[in-house]
């Protein structure tokens, strides 16, 4: 099941395109004095102004064109480019111009050698459909394991620690790689790092004016939340996040509206449950990217199941004590985005889709719930 070892470079293969001919125009190399043919020095100085404006911008729009056509792609997310959180390695572009592996699973919760962490474990029923895991996986945590288990299906590589290990026993299909190497080694603590900073650096942010303080969203109700008239920048710190109690139907939505690049921070310092077919839907032009939901604080309710679908970045992490693992259930149960935790569990056939890369041409579909596809139809990676 596994393949060799390999060492990842984060620009490895990343696609460089420019719709503008590099060329500059030969006009451009004239010299002015050429231009004796002026009636008289008075008429010439107008003229000869508006031709080398002209000339500087012949010369300088296309070269300037050609150069940014050629470099890789900013960061574009609205959570970095709104708030500056920049998840690094662990997100997927992160520092101006890098790019990342396309996430769906990025753990860092570590073990040692004596006793090793089993820090992502996947399992799926017999009549599971689809794939349990869309994206590329990160154990990013020394000594950490991955368990698969079950008619689980994966379409993605597994970027590891060199002291990472993997317990397969899947009858299920499993596509991709198992990466790993010093570089790697470096590369996914710079991960482990850049979301802990992420993640307190989000907790400190200013509630928005107006923002509740919980949000309880049960059994056919709904909220809706519009960041256009905060400049496209909305920030909650909830004590609680509940969602759920429909067994068929309508188990309640939240629904985040904003532009493509505009973002939301929902910060969740309590217990944290999505089930009973509750929805969170995003709105507007806005992507999983542009939203992230930081969970802090132990001890508390961590749960996403009962067929629910989540659009967004989730991302857990305590500064101050134990770190909270994130159970998943649920045969219908949907996560459109990227999931950093110390420790997920994913079961009864659930399934984690990567986020869409607004900054590379092999964008996901633009509408991210159309991959519940997935659960009515089985895929079998190639």
Not at 316 to 339: D, M, P, V
Request: aromatic residues 8%; glycine residues 12%.
């Amino acid at each position: 099941m596994t393949g060799p070892l390999k060492e990842f470079s984060p620009f490895a293969r990343q696609l460089v395109k420019t719709d503008f001919d590099c060329e500059l125009p030969s006009g451009c190399a004239r010299n002015a004095s050429g231009r004796e043919a002026a009636d008289s020095t008075l008429e010439y100085m107008p003229k000869s102004r508006r031709s080398l404006a002209n000339s500087i911008r012949i010369v300088f729009a296309p070269l300037l064109l050609c150069l940014f056509g050629a470099l890789p792609a900013f960061a574009t997310d609205g959570i970095y480019s709104k708030f500056g959180l920049d998840l690094g390695y662990a997100g997927r572009i992160g520092y101006m111009g890098g790019t990342t592996p396309e996430w769906a699973i990025y753990v860092y919760g570590a073990g040692t050698a004596s006793s090793r962490f089993n820090a992502l474990d996947i399992s799926s029923s017999p009549d599971a459909t689809g794939l349990q895991v869309d994206g590329n996986i990160a154990l990013a945590g020394v000594y950490s394991t991955l368990t698969v288990s079950g008619q689980t299906s994966i379409n993605g590589d597994r970027y590891e620690q060199t002291t990472s290990t993997e317990l397969i026993k899947s009858t299920g299909t499993i596509t991709g790689s198992r990466f790993s190497s010093s570089t790697i080694n470096s590369q996914l603590n710079s991960g482990a790092a850049s979301l802990k900073n992420v993640s307190i650096a989000a907790a400190g942010l200013t509630a928005t004016a107006g923002s509740p303080t919980s949000l309880n969203i049960g059994k056919n109700q709904s909220r809706i939340f519009d960041n256009t008239p905060f400049g496209g920048k909305y920030v909650m710190n909830l004590s609680s996040f509940v969602m759920g109690g429909g067994n068929n139907g309508n188990g309640g939505t939240l629904t985040l509206n904003g532009a493509a690049g505009s973002a939301f921070v929902l910060n969740i310092s309590g217990a944290f449950s999505l089930g009973g077919n509750a929805k969170i839907l995003l709105t507007g032009g806005l992507t999983v990217s542009d939203v992230l939901f930081n969970i802090t604080g132990s001890n508390s309710t961590f749960t996403i199941g009962g067929d629910a679908l989540f659009n967004g970045t989730l991302l857990a992490y305590n500064s101050s004590g134990a770190q909270r693992a994130l159970q998943i259930t649920g045969h219908n149960t949907q996560i459109n985005g990227e999931l950093l935790a110390y420790k997920i569990s994913l079961q009864s056939g659930a399934h984690v889709k990567k986020p869409k890369e607004k900054s590379k041409e092999k964008d996901d579909d633009d509408d991210v719930v159309a991959s519940n596809s997935l659960l009515h139809a089985r895929t079998s990676a190639k």
